[in-house]
C-alpha cells in the first residue's frame, strides 16, 4: 500500500513517475497535491486501520527526506501501532543527492533509527528505499552515511531507472551493483521506465533492458542482484522483464 504523505522532493527528476503531482503548478499542467494535511494523514490511517489484509506500506511522496523528524515519528509509530501492518519502508531520493543530511541532521537520522528498532521489538520491520541510478552518485560521504544506518540497524534497497544515455549500459549497472554491495545497500530493483509523458527520449526497449538484465546476472551473489521490472501500466503490480 502506498502512503503518499507529501509532494515535495530534493530534487525534480525528469522520468519521475509522480511528475503529476511534485512540485508546484506550471503553465501547463495542474499537479495532483498530496500536502502533509493531518485531514489527509487522519483519513489514510483509518483507511489503514480498516483493511485488516494490508500487512506492507511504503511511505513516499515527494519524499520522506522532506518530513520532518516529528512528522517522520508520528508516520512511523502510527503504522506500527497498527497490529496486522508488518513492514514499512520510507521512500527517498535523499542518499543519492543529499548524504550529508544523514551524517548531520541528528534528530532525523536519530528518529528513523528509533523507528528500526522499535520495529524490531514487535518483530516488523522499518527500511529505507533510495535511488541511486549511477554508480557516480556513490561518494565516500555516501559511505559514511550508509554506514551510520548500517551501524545502527537499518536495511537498505536501492531501486534504479534505466534511463537512456545514463545507465543503460552493462558495465555501468555491473559497477552500480558493486559500489551498491560496498556500502551496504541491497540493489533491489531496476525498473523499465514508465510511460511518463514528455520523456520518451530517456527511455530504453524492454529489449535493452534484456540485454542488460543479461549482462548483470552472475556478476554478484544472487541477494546482490537487482530484479529488472516493468511497472506495467493499468495496475497490476511489478512483473519481471
Known amino acids: 500500500m502506498l502512503f503518499l504523505a507529501l509532494d515535495m522532493c530534493p530534487v525534480y527528476c525528469r522520468f519521475c513517475t509522480r511528475s503529476y503531482a511534485i512540485g ?23 483507511y489503514l486501520l480498516s483493511r485488516t489484509e494490508v500487512e506492507d506500506v511504503v511511505v513516499s511522496g515527494g519524499d520522506a527526506y ?13 503504522l506500527l501501532a497498527i497490529p496486522h501492518i508488518r513492514r514499512i519502508r520510507f521512500a527517498t531520493k535523499g542518499p543519492a543527492v543529499m548524504p550529508m543530511r544523514i ?31 549511477h554508480p557516480a552518485e556513490i561518494t565516500d560521504i555516501t ?18 531507472v534505466l534511463i537512456r544515455g545514463v545507465n543503460d549500459d552493462p558495465d555501468v549497472m555491473r559497477l552500480l551493483t558493486k559500489r551498491l554491495s560496498w556500502v551496504n545497500v541491497q540493489p533491489y530493483y531496476v525498473y523499465q521506465h514508465d510511460m511518463v509523458k514528455g520523456v520518451e527520449d530517456l527511455r530504453t526497449t524492454v529489449a535493452q533492458t534484456l540485454e542488460i538484465e543479461r549482462n548483470v546476472r552472475g556478476f554478484a551473489a544472487g541477494f546482490n542482484t537487482p530484479t529488472f521490472v516493468n511497472d506495467v501500466p493499468g495496475g ?6
Open 103 to 133: 551524517l548531520s541532521d541528528d534528530d532525523w537520522t536519530c528518529t528513523l533509527l528509533e523507528l528500526a528498532e522499535q520495529g524490531r521489538q514487535h518483530d516488523k520491520e522499518v527500511c529505507l528505499h533510495t535511488h541511486f541510478n
Open 143 to 160: 559511505r559514511r552515511a550508509m554506514s551510520r544506518l548500517f551501524k545502527g540497524g537499518l536495511k537498505v534497497r536501492n531501486q534504479s
Open 24 to 46: 508546484g503548478d506550471t503553465d501547463m499542467v495542474d499537479k495532483v497535491s498530496y500536502k502533509p494535511k493531518n485531514s489527509n494523514w487522519d483519513e489514510a490511517f483509518a
Open 236 to 241: 497490476g503490480g511489478k512483473r519481471d522483464v
Open 66 to 78: 522532506f518530513l520532518p523528524p516529528n512528522r517522520l515519528r508520528e508516520i512511523g509509530e502510527t
